[in-house]
């Protein structure tokens, strides 16, 4: 029988397309047996596991124009855009909340990638081997110089996107033999070098991190990697990839909700659309 892993890209709120997919299948009764995610793509992934469709649109609904969540006023107040804290605190246990025995519980493994700031290079937290996945949930969408580093194991960790956006070869390499891909840019998108002046404020910033300079520098190079593999993956059949049908226009951090629904209803769309072929994939 085979083994069928789910892989999320991140992309902050242009994750509502991830989610109108993730929960048209959740409706449908896909079960996969492991899931990675990558920063929005690891908080969207949580309502996988956890078995709660429609919650990730819920909460950016919701909370996008509450200071509270998303706003300049959390770098001033905890040194990050969204506030993690509000999210994993008071909006998981009371307003919108968490399942989380049944997230602890499900078969399904999940992984939340961030990367090693002493490294440069990806960790890889499993629910059933981590002290805290939520902390390496936390890590996996810290954006740099958006959000401080946090402490996964015992490391300094940010963002996983910097060190790997989609990790489909590392759902073949643990022996998934079904791999679904949901990136959350168009077809085709490559993302701009990094420019000079941002790259000096990362070399000053980070000056006690050179190996997340690094990486930070080689993103968009080793991104264009990543899809062009993605590609040739996808044309020889040993993976399923959902994409959005144009060029996304939401931001990292959207507040137009009229725009965030739209993506969100493009994602079950486009999923409902390949639906017929992603059933003979999983079924194959």
């Known amino acids: 029988m085979s083994k069928k892993a789910l892989v999320l890209e991140g992309g902050s709120l242009r994750c509502m397309f991830s989610a109108g997919a993730v929960d048209l299948m959740m409706e449908k ?16 992934g949580v309502n996988y596991v956890s078995n709660q469709p429609g919650r990730t649109a819920d909460v950016n609904l ?9 706003g300049v006023r959390n770098l001033v107040l905890h040194r990050s855009l969204f506030n993690f804290d509000f999210l994993f605190g008071e909006v998981s246990d009371t307003l919108i909340p968490l399942d989380r025995e049944a997230f602890a519980n499900s078969p399904c493994r999940f992984t939340a990638i961030s990367t090693n700031c002493q490294t440069g290079q990806p960790m890889f937290s499993e629910k059933s081997e981590s002290p805290d996945i939520y902390a390496a949930i936390r890590a996996s969408a810290s954006l740099p110089l958006m959000a ?10 940010l963002d996983g996107g910097v060190s790997l956006s989609i990790p489909y070869e590392r759902a073949l390499v643990e022996g998934y033999d079904k791999v679904v891909v949901i990136t959350t840019r168009e077809h085709g998108y490559r993302k701009p070098p990094v420019s000079r002046p941002a790259a000096r404020v990362y070399a000053r910033v980070y000056r006690r991190y050179p190996e997340l300079v690094k990486a930070l520098l080689r993103t968009p190079r080793r ?3 990543e899809l062009d593999k993605l590609d040739h993956l996808e044309a020889q059949g040993k993976v399923f990839v959902l994409r959005p049908p144009v060029p996304v226009t939401v931001s990292r951090a959207e507040k ?8 969100y209803q493009q994602g079950i769309d486009t999923c409902q659309k390949h639906w017929d072929a992603l059933a003979a994939y999983l079924d194959s």
Do not use: E
């Open 148 to 157: 401080p580093m946090v402490q996964v194991d015992g490391v300094p960790c």
């Open 223 to 225: 991104y264009g990697q």
């Open 62 to 70: 919701s909370f996008v124009n509450d200071k509270r969540y998303l």
């Open 256 to 263: 137009d909700t009229d725009k965030l629904r739209a993506l």
């Open 29 to 44: 009764g896909i079960a996969f047996d492991g899931l990675f995610g990558v920063s929005a793509g690891a908080l969207t």
